[in-house]
């Protein structure tokens, strides 16, 4: 007959509950062991001994917390003389905090079962906390009591009574909890009893107070000691053979190599966010606009993306034979694009203006009559000269269906083509042809709306990895959403860069969509439609729109 449960206890959590993370590790895993621990892990734990106030900042899942979690345990099943003490844990997610609770549990397993009580495993019960009015909010906990009468306690959301905790209170990912401020001035409150602070978090940003506190620590200014441990540093340690050791694999160079790429591979284009998360330099913004989810969902077809690419010498033929060559290949790439569109709704388009080092983009927009923008195809160029990027623009504006309204890009040298594209189709300057100079004002003014449509799921774009990439570039710096400073590689053309050409694009023909503009249409019958061409799978051909070679 099993023992019963102490009267705040729900439950007690089984083995299969604890995360993937904690099961996988060996049963006879000590941590304690030479060896096991790698030098950063050694020093962290050396650091806690020694150091009332700690901040570590770190690449991800680096092993920072499970040494913090061995510690916890050590500590709190030494007696009171000792040095032993009560551990609070406080996670962003519930997750993280059965996470470390589970890690604790395994070392008071396989270091000594007996300075856990009894040990039935890790406690499901309410922890309560007082809230500032004076009520009571209860908080699904975790908790493991050792016979030195210390306990390890992991919450599961940001408590308010944090400041009346007593003992060692260790912050994951301080960075990202919903107040950091709030969390990060709380902890202090601890030490007039003689608590102790442990915060550990990745970057959240340059902007964000986990960040300014690493820099108060390095330049004096707090008394926190600064750790710093980034995805280098804990390869350099052992790392993949830590991860061979759990896995069961057996570690050799090549595999390791594969193993790292990988891991770097794995951020694509967007190397602000491999620089964050995994060598601890905090990006520019406070984080990405729209997450690769949301994009994604919004992404439901592969569609055209018509790319010409021109070699240098282009621009040095006769205007007359560089006007005639661009008429053909408009036949061949643009004319047939042009021919899919519904003549039904109205068109709207977006232009982003670059000459040699970006990919310029001209982006069609279909006004559903649902609201939903469809792009139902989009236009890039890559070392074009302006005079055939005005050629093949002015082009495909004479030939959308119900024209309504554009923007372009009309900042430095764009705003030669965006002024003559004014005068060609809206001399009057009713509106319809709308010269945007890309600045904070306009993106502080324009572009929160463009982010809100991809949430909403207004928004119906191509299925391609460079517009994914493009839009995910967009962050939100200093409360403004817009591009960074970093370029990104084109996944396409190895010699190619890329600085969000196509979310700007898209970004603006958005902008276009939402302007009152009145326009008259003339009435044209046309062929009854057998389908809606909106709704009509358009997919890229093998060379689809490949400059090079073609003249």
Known sequence: MSAPLPGDVQRILSFDELPASVREIPANHDPLADGVLMAHQAEAIALCQVEDLLVFEKGRRTGITYAVALDSAIIAASSTE???????????????????????????????????????????????????????????????????????????????????????????????????????????????????????????????????????????????????????????????????????????????????????????????????????????????????????????????????????????????ERKRRCEEWIGVNIDPLLESLDPQVEHFFGSDYARHFDFAVFSPVALRKDLTRTYPWMLEMLNVPTRQQEQIIWHIIRHLPRFRCGALDATGNGATLAEYTADEFDPKRTGRIIEVKLNDAWYRENMQSFVDGWFDQLIDAPKDLDIKNDVRSLERIDGIVKLPGIKTQDSKDAEAKRHGDAAISMGLGWFATKQDVRVEYAYHPVGKQTEDRMDRPIRVTAGLGTGKGLW
């Open 82 to 320: 000792a040095g032993g003490d009560n551990v609070y844990y406080v996670g962003d997610t519930k997750d993280k905090g059965l996470e470390f609770i589970g890690y604790c549990g395994h070392f008071a397993r396989v270091m000594a079962s007996a300075m856990a009580e009894g040990f039935m495993g890790v406690e499901v019960f309410l922890f309560e906390d007082k809230q500032p009015g004076g009520e009571t909010k209860f908080i699904t906990s975790y908790r493991i009591r050792f016979a030195s009468g210390k306990q390890i306690v992991a919450l599961s959301s940001n408590p308010a009574s944090i400041r009346g905790l007593q003992g060692i209170v260790i912050i994951d990912e301080a960075a990202f909890h919903a107040n950091v401020q709030a969390v990060i001035d709380a902890c202090l409150a601890l030490l007039i009893w003689g608590g102790k602070i442990r915060i550990i978090s990745t970057h959240n940003g340059q902007k964000n107070p986990f960040n300014q506190l690493v820099k108060d620590a390095r330049d004096g200014v707090n008394l926190f000691k600064a750790h710093r441990c980034t995805f280098d540093d804990a390869v350099k340690n052992g790392l993949y053979e830590r991860v061979c050791l759990i896995r069961g694999w057996t570690p050799t160079e090549e595999d390791k190599r594969a193993w790292y790429n990988k891991v770097r591979g794995s951020y694509g284009a967007n190397r602000a966010a491999m620089l964050e998360e995994l060598d601890a330099i905090p990006r520019e913004g406070s984080g990405v606009a729209i997450p690769t989810i949301v994009i994604e969902s919004c992404m439901y077809e592969v569609r055209p993306i018509v790319r010409l690419t021109l070699d240098t010498e282009f621009a040095l033929l006769p205007g007359d």
